[in-house]
């Protein structure tokens, strides 16, 4: 079974300072971790992914994020918010070879102040 | 460019009317998906398909049945709607083993 957690249900931040988004997972099987964005009255969005490789993975917009298999995270960063960087952010993981299921997180929601 | 659409951004419905969420994709993909989102519990998946005339089962298909004739279209049936089906429904769809979901822009459907 898979399982996903973002701790963090709301983050405020200020405009042009760091952010970081966490995210856990648990599995017993190998995955496949994902971040995807929800802009106010919109679907989600791809933001970034890792499937394999280098585990520093870089996205759309500025964001990045890091896999650490022996911490079973993937947490996403970005050194400089914009006002436009406000939205609701989900992890999501999908079982190596099993069809393109995904298990989402419940969500970050992150509000950056002017 | 990639587009899914579904047929309605906001509906009202009465208990226990039979409702119909159309999402359509024209990317020739063979998955699609049923979510709802809810404050605090994420997505949840309601139904899936890999094919035409293929369903199977995600997490929450209590109260949903899907249809799937076309390869391009999908649709979500609520037999009889109840309040606790008030939701934002968001449906995806994607190639086989490309593990990226492409998303609709949802479907906020209040049952009163």
């Known amino acids: 079974a898979q399982s996903v957690t973002q701790l963090d249900s709301q983050v405020p931040v200020f405009e042009e300072a760091p952010v970081e988004l966490r995210c856990n997972y648990s599995s017993s099987v190998s995955v496949y971790l994902f971040w995807y964005v929800q802009y106010p009255n919109q679907g989600l969005q791809l933001l970034l992914k890792y499937l394999s490789g280098s585990t520093l993975v870089k996205g759309i917009n500025g964001f990045e994020a890091e896999f650490n298999k022996s911490q079973t995270s993937f947490h996403l960063r970005k050194p400089s918010v914009h006002i436009s960087d406000t939205a609701e952010y989900f992890c999501a993981v999908s079982p190596v070879n099993t069809g393109n299921q995904f298990y989402f997180g419940t969500g970050t929601s992150l509000t950056v102040i002017p | 460019d990639v587009k899914v659409t579904q047929s309605s951004r906001y509906l009202v419905k009465r208990t226990g009317e039979k409702v119909f969420l159309e999402c359509v994709q024209d990317?020739?993909?063979?998955?699609m998906f049923w979510y709802r989102q809810d404050p605090g519990l994420g997505l949840r998946l309601i139904y899936f398909?890999?094919?035409?005339?293929?369903?199977e089962k995600g997490d929450i298909p209590e109260g949903y049945s899907v249809s799937r004739e076309k390869k391009e279209r999908f649709s979500l049936i609520l037999e009889s709607a109840s309040t606790n089906q008030t939701s934002m429904y968001l449906c995806?769809?994607?190639?086989?083993?490309?593990?990226?979901?492409?998303f609709g822009p949802g479907t906020r459907l209040t049952v009163t």
């Open positions: 995806a769809s994607s190639r086989p083993l490309s593990y990226e979901q492409y």
């Open positions: 398909s890999y094919d035409v005339k293929m369903k």
């Open positions: 990317m020739d993909h063979e998955n």
